[in-house]
C-alpha cells in the first residue's frame, strides 16, 4: 500500500484532506480505481466527495446509482458531470434503488447504501456477476453486527442485522468472492476480491 503522503500530488485528495471533509479510507479506494477502467458508485448521494475521487483516478466510465430525486438537481452533480466531461470519462447516473439497478459490468463496485444484512446481501448478489475486481462497502466496522435501521414491535425498538451478516451471508453463497481486506477505522470499509 501506498503511504498517505503519496497522494499530496492527486489536488482532490489534498483539498478533501485540507477540508476535513473525506474520510481515511479515500486513498485505499484510490489505488484500487487507479486499477480499474469502469467504476460504480452505489448511494452516491451518502458520500458525494468520493465521486470526484473516482473522477480523478484515471478510468474511463463512472456510473453513479441512487434514487434521491434530489441529487440530479444539486451542484455536486453538475461538477461532477464537468470533471467527468474534462477528464472524458463516460458519465452515468442511474436514479434507481441500488439493488436492482441496470449496471453494465464493471471493474470496481463502491457501496454506501443502507447498512443493513439485507440490503447490502441483495446488492452483492445483483452485482457479484458484473464485478470484475473488486466490491468495497463502507461502514462495515460501526454496522457490523446490527444495522443502522429497525422497527418497533409491541413498544420494542429492534434492530436489523447488520452489514457483517449479509456480507458472510453472501459469501457462503458465491465462492468466487473473498475478503481481501477490512479496515476497523473510521466506520469501517470491507474490500471483497474476485477470486482468479
Avoid at 451518502?46 to 441512487?66: P, R
Avoid at 475486481?133 to 461502514?139: E, F, H, Q
Avoid at 425498538?157 to 456480507?167: A, D, E, S
Amino acid at each position: 500500500m501506498q503511504e498517505l503522503s503519496d497522494y499530496s500530488k492527486i489536488p482532490f485528495l489534498e483539498q478533501v484532506f485540507k477540508k476535513n471533509q473525506g474520510n481515511e479510507h479515500y486513498p485505499v479506494i484510490n489505488i484500487l480505481a487507479r486499477k480499474c477502467r469502469k467504476v460504480a458508485q452505489l448511494g452516491v448521494s451518502k458520500d458525494k466527495y468520493l465521486s470526484f475521487l473516482f473522477a480523478q483516478s484515471g478510468i474511463d466510465e463512472l456510473y453513479t446509482v441512487d434514487k434521491d430525486p434530489h441529487f440530479l438537481e444539486s451542484s455536486a452533480y453538475m461538477n461532477l458531470r464537468n470533471i467527468c466531461n474534462k477528464n472524458n470519462i463516460l458519465f452515468n447516473h442511474i436514479k434507481e434503488d441500488t439493488r436492482v439497478a441496470d449496471l453494465p459490468d464493471v471493474d470496481l463496485i463502491y457501496t454506501n447504501t443502507e447498512c443493513t444484512s439485507h440490503h447490502i446481501k441483495c446488492e452483492l448478489l445483483s452485482y457479484s456477476d458484473r464485478v470484475k475486481k473488486y466490491i468495497i462497502i463502507s461502514n462495515t466496522d460501526i454496522y457490523r453486527e446490527v444495522s443502522d435501521h429497525g422497527y418497533n414491535l409491541n413498544g420494542i425498538h429492534y434492530k436489523y442485522p447488520g452489514l457483517g451478516v449479509g456480507i458472510q451471508e453472501f459469501l457462503s453463497l458465491c465462492s468466487n468472492w473473498r475478503i481481501l481486506y477490512e479496515f476497523r477505522h473510521d466506520g469501517g470499509l470491507s474490500i471483497l476480491e474476485r477470486k482468479s
